[in-house]
């Protein structure tokens, strides 16, 4: 997990950090030293790899010509393109490139080598990057797209807009990066656009400068979300869409009285790293002195006459989580495929509860309003999902029964969100999915959970926490009734009689698990989508069965 800062707050902290410079194009230096570094691991395994860099008329454009340059001096069988796709570019930074034996090309001759090449590094735009992209810049990452050449973008991919990761629909705007490299700490882009790819992050430190650029942002500014990405994908050596580097571990390039290029010292730069993942999660094998009850009981109202399936899904992914209780009010369908499930005919006949979750596959009928009404007057943790997300949409009533409620966590994926957002707030969303996120869960005194490939969590309009999934394989039906009851039997464990937690409703404690349920859920779609011969697409039901063995990964991984 790490902290994002505003685009203001990173160009004020530039512009400090800028005033212990000692020579022009110091900070740029250092910084192009972590994008040599995040290449380097990008076309390790690539015997005498071909590079080319866009360049942009601006300080990014600076870092891509410098980076590489640097990248041609280590490795001695490398050898690189650039193409200036602007009307200027950094002077110095050209020179030191074409010094280092990188050619400047035309945009024909670019295109002609295209599948000559093993990156492409963006440095088009950096943090101005929210214009669309034009030509030849334009053509140029299409094709590479085409030819699954890895991407490598600088601070941000050039057409995603910084401040709030919004972008166009026409996926030639913009660039898709597989890795983006960023410096101090992460961008709003970073958090809420999956564009971004695997984001990594260098910290950096002029030599007289008495604080490194991370340190300088915590001074000047104020973290508008956290960050974090699951790795969930096996790492392979040439990426694609689906799959991930191996970083190296946190190393430090250069130090105060090193020489860089035949100037002065060059400073600190930490060699690039993952952003991190949500952390441990709780492990939830039963102890010495554990039961059925003690590690948290959900009970799901999910499942219909229409939907049967949603039922079986839901009370699989909390089956799948751990081994305590689940209860399910519902149809028998439920326990022919379940048989360790507890059956109930309604809410007022079941058992206690430490999570509720309602909604997958429900209806919105008068008796799916009535059953939400009536969970929700119990005053216990409540998850809201699905068809009971349409019914808070179209009930005033029961959404003032959630702004009481001491717990109520709401799962919407786009399409839902925007219904209960519009019914709730009375106006458009803006492009900013943090702060719509936000505003929601704010005026609704709830906790909003919009799912996605990036999910984004805000506790009742705290600043959001997002969780990368690192893949896509979750995007099947039913797979959102599988995340429900994983983050039931989550919430239920936090507020077990086991669990020693002081306010079961805490912020910190609730967000934390809803990140690991999220984590867990991750993993077992990737779990579910693997096969003999590289990942394939999957079901729910795989998702649901692969639960157990994504839980014992997350408990065996360094997190």
């Known amino acids: 997990m790490r902290e994002v800062f505003s685009v203001s707050d990173v160009r004020a902290a530039e512009a ?12 740029m230096q250092l910084a192009a030293r972590g994008v040599a570094a995040a290449a380097d691991v990008m076309i390790k395994d690539i015997e005498a790899p071909r590079v ?11 870092d891509g010509l410098y980076g590489t340059a640097f990248l041609i001096d280590k490795l001695l069988t490398a ?39 093993d990156l492409v590094i963006d440095a088009v735009a950096g943090l101005a990057s929210e214009r669309h992209l034009s030509e030849p810049a334009r053509g140029l990452f299409r094709a590479a797209r085409h030819a699954k050449i890895p991407v490598l973008s600088i601070d941000v991919p050039t057409g995603i807009n910084a401040d709030n990761g919004h972008h166009s629909l026409n996926p030639d705007d913009f660039v898709t990066a597989d890795v983006t490299i960023t410096f101090g700490w992460l961008r709003p882009a970073h958090a809420f656009a999956p564009e971004c790819g695997q984001v990594v992050l260098c910290d950096l430190q002029l030599p007289k400068s008495p604080e490194s650029f991370a340190e300088c942002l915590d001074r000047l500014g104020e973290p508008v979300a ?23 571990k946190p190393l430090v390039y250069g130090n105060p009285k090193s020489v860089c290029r035949g100037e002065a010292s060059i400073g600190k730069v930490t060699a690039p790293q993952p952003i991190g993942c949500t952390g441990p999660i709780a492990d939830p094998t039963p102890g010495y002195y554990d039961h059925k009850y003690s590690l948290g009981v959900v009970a799901v109202c999910a499942g219909s006459e229409t939907y049967p399936g949603a039922g079986v899904l839901a009370a699989a992914g909390a089956l799948g989580t751990s081994g305590s209780m689940v209860r399910v009010i519902g149809a028998p369908d439920v326990v022919r495929t379940h048989p360790e499930v507890v059956l109930h ?16 596959g429900r209806g919105k009928d008068r008796k ?19 068809d009971a997300l349409t019914i ?34 009375g106006e458009e969303m803006t492009p900013n999915r943090g702060e719509n996120v936000q505003r929601l869960a704010k005026s609704l005194n709830a906790v909003v959970l919009q799912k996605g490939r990036i999910n984004v969590i805000s506790f009742r309009g705290a600043p959001c926490h997002t969780v990368n999934c690192g893949n896509s394989y979750a995007a099947t039906p039913g797979s959102g009734d599988v995340l429900s009851g994983v983050l039931g039997k989550t919430i239920a464990r936090l507020n077990s009689p086991m669990s020693h937690v002081e306010d079961p409703a805490n912020c910190a404690e609730v967000v934390t ?8 859920h991750a993993h077992a779609a990737s779990v579910a989508a693997e096969t003999p011969d590289g990942y394939a697409p999957t079901t729910a039901s795989r998702i649901a069965s692969a639960l157990p063995q994504a839980v014992a990964r997350l408990l065996s991984m360094e997190r």
């Not at 799916?368 to 699905?386: F, K, N």
């Open 513 to 520: 698990e809803l990140l690991h349920g999220v984590a867990i």
């Open 52 to 62: 080319l860099v866009l360049v942009g008329p601006g300080g990014n454009g600076g």
């Open 392 to 425: 808070l949409a179209e009930d005033e009533l029961l959404r003032d029964a959630v702004r009481a409620h001491p717990l109520v966590i709401l799962t919407p994926h786009a399409g839902e969100f925007e219904r209960l957002y519009l019914a709730e707030v």
């Open 16 to 27: 400090a950090l800028m005033e212990y410079q000692r020579h022009p194009d110091e900070l």
């Open 226 to 248: 956290y960050a974090s990405y699951e790795p969930s994908l096996k790492p392979s050596p040439r990426i694609s869409a689906t799959s991930t580097y191996t970083w190296p």
């Open 79 to 117: 050898s690189a393109d650039a193409l200036l796709v602007g009307t200027s570019c950094h002077e110095r930074a050209k020179e030191e490139f074409k010094a280092s034996g990188g050619e400047v090309i035309n945009a024909q001759t670019a295109m002609e080598r295209i599948p000559d090449y």
């Open 345 to 360: 005919p309604d809410v007022a006949s079941a058992g206690r509860a430490q999570c509720w979750v309602v909604g997958p």
């Open 368 to 386: 799916a309003r009535a059953e939400v009404a009536a969970v929700l007057a119990l005053g216990i943790p409540t998850i809201l999902d699905a």
